[in-house]
T-cell receptor, first 115, second 111 residues
Framework: NAGVTQTPKFQVLKTGQSMTLQCAQD?????MYWYRQDPGMGLRLIYY???????DKGEVPNGYNVSRLNKREFSLRLESAAPSQTSVYFC??????????????FGEGSRLTVL | EDQVTQSPEALRLQEGESSSLNCSYT??????LFWYRQDPGKGPEFLFT???AGEEKEKERLKATLTKKESFLHITAPKPEDSATYLC????????????FGKGTRLSVIA
């Protein structure tokens, strides 16, 4: 997971506070993703960015915004945190091996608790 | 709607006791089926991608197979270090379309 760096690794917020999760990749790949992982729910896609300058909603986008600042960085913002957003957040990037093949590389995760 | 279902939710094995994990999927236009391993407190790590029915891939004690409706992850003579959550995911359409994940199987191998 060395190619995807997430900060912070842990964060505790109060309801209504805002914060931004940062993600940076050093492998010069185009596509980046934000997932959340909750017990019993698996990994669910929040937002993704197929290339610099584009973003698209995933399965669970409500309450979040994203910014693809440049090719390397993709941030996730919670404008007004709610307890339902307590989760582990993973940033990922798509690394292509060749035409139409590749794999998803994940960061180590950011563990967010909203009180 | 694309769906991925993994079973069982949890599996407890004795060291050396071989078994299989199942991933069934309902998607339109499967491009690839992925297996990941996730250790506690870590991000998922890539294991395999399978692209067509009948394909098989192996890595150490793990072998993944694919049919038109499901994939199996076979674990032969597991060791305690194989304990982890195993995630299955599908990709449809093009090469960088977001993966859709199942809920995972939590495997415990007891010495």
């Amino acid at each position: 997971n060395a190619g995807v760096t997430q900060t912070p690794k842990f964060q505790v917020l109060k309801t209504g506070q805002s914060m931004t999760l940062q993600c940076a990749q050093d492998m010069n790949h185009n596509s980046m993703y934000w997932y959340r992982q909750d017990p019993g729910m698996g990994l669910r896609l929040i937002y993704y960015s197929a290339s610099e300058g584009t973003t698209d909603k995933g399965e669970v986008p409500n309450g979040y915004n994203v910014s693809r600042l440049n090719k390397r960085e993709f941030s996730l913002r919670l404008e007004s945190a709610a307890p339902s957003q307590t989760s582990v957040y993973f940033c990922a990037e798509w690394g292509a091996w060749g035409w139409n093949t590749g794999e998803l590389f994940f960061g180590e995760g950011s563990r967010l608790t909203v009180l | 709607e694309d769906q991925v279902t993994q079973s069982p939710e949890a599996l407890r094995l004795q060291e050396g006791e071989s078994s299989s994990l199942n991933c069934s999927y309902t998607v339109s236009g499967l491009r690839g089926l992925f297996w990941y391993r996730q250790d506690p407190g870590k991000g998922p790590e890539f294991l395999f991608t399978l692209y067509s029915a009948g394909e098989e891939k192996e890595k150490e004690r793990l072998k993944a197979t694919l049919t038109k409706k499901e994939s199996f992850l076979h674990i032969t003579a597991p060791k305690p270090e194989d304990s982890a959550t195993y995630l299955c995911a599908v990709q449809v359409n093009s090469g960088n379309t977001p993966l859709v994940f199942g809920k995972g199987t939590r495997l415990s191998v007891i010495a």
